[in-house]
């Protein structure tokens, strides 16, 4: 049985109306399992890091952290804070806005510093959008969770999962409810950056922290999957295609995938 905790923060309007709607349409039409929940921080700032394979997991990601007491603050691209009725949700939410691939991303960075600072749980996808990885397994990740903790000394809880994308495939908008997919999560113990703290943020120190943020992560995902991961992560921008939308869509992915067959 999966053990629950209850809430103490104060949810605001946003958080009340998307329980309300969205909890029960993920109890209809999804199955989950949930894996050492208990490892997740009862309280105070936290760094949660975790793999991403579909539009909806940040929905059972969330649901997963609300089960277990806390409500979290994801980084979340721009542009949904310009979307009507959206942008009102994500701003009472406190969700931090993050501009991909600017230099505005430093304001994400110094956001996120001041939520954990006040106790807050910051979400943070590491790859920065959904895998480009052919086999869905974690991709070369950017050093944002990495800066966060390092910054603040909080810890960084890592979380794999597995299934979303089989409720909803990447970038498609017509989910499978029937039969009910299972999306699975298994929460990590806090990675180790005790030694890198208090280091100046090089990027030999970030990159140090975010390889071991991703080791974790893919051990997680790699238990789920009963399947061992490659040995070196995928790199969108090694292979020549882009780093962030839907790679089918990208001429140069189709160039590079004639190229070589």
């Known amino acids: 049985m999966v053990k629950v905790r209850k809430l103490r923060e104060r949810r605001g309007w946003a958080w009340g109306l998307v329980v309300s709607i969205v909890k029960p349409a993920l109890l209809m039409a999804t199955k989950h399992e949930w894996i050492d929940g208990d490892k997740i921080p009862a309280d105070g700032g936290c ?10 997991d940040p929905l059972t990601l969330g649901w997963l952290l609300y089960e277990h007491g806390r409500l979290v603050q994801y980084l979340t691209k721009d542009a949904l804070f310009d979307v009507p009725i959206v942008k009102y949700i994500v701003r009472d939410a406190r969700m931090i806005p993050v501009s991909r691939l600017t230099t505005d991303a430093a304001k994400a960075f110094e956001a996120a510093c001041v ?62 409810v029937f039969p009910r997919r299972t999306a699975r999560y298994k929460v ?31 051990g997680l995902v ?29 001429p140069t992915h189709h160039k590079k995938g004639r190229e070589s067959a």
């Open 115 to 176: 939520s954990v600072r006040a106790g807050g749980c910051v979400g943070v996808y590491p790859e920065g959008t959904i895998t480009k990885d052919p086999k869905g397994w974690p991709m070369r990740a950017k050093t944002g969770a990495a800066r966060i903790a390092l910054e603040t000394g909080c810890p960084v809880v890592p979380i794999g999962q597995w299934g979303a994308q089989e409720i909803l495939p990447a970038y498609t908008l017509r989910p499978h």
């Open 47 to 56: 760094v949660i890091a975790m793999n991403h394979v579909s539009h909806i």
């Open 188 to 218: 990590g113990d806090p990675v180790d950056l005790s030694d890198l703290m208090g280091k100046p943020l090089t990027n030999d120190v970030l990159h140090q922290a975010t390889d071991r943020i991703m080791d974790a992560i893919t």
């Open 222 to 250: 790699a238990e789920l999957r009963h399947e061992t991961p490659p040995t070196e992560r995928f790199d969108p921008r090694r292979v020549g295609i882009s780093e962030i939308g839907n790679p089918d869509k990208d």
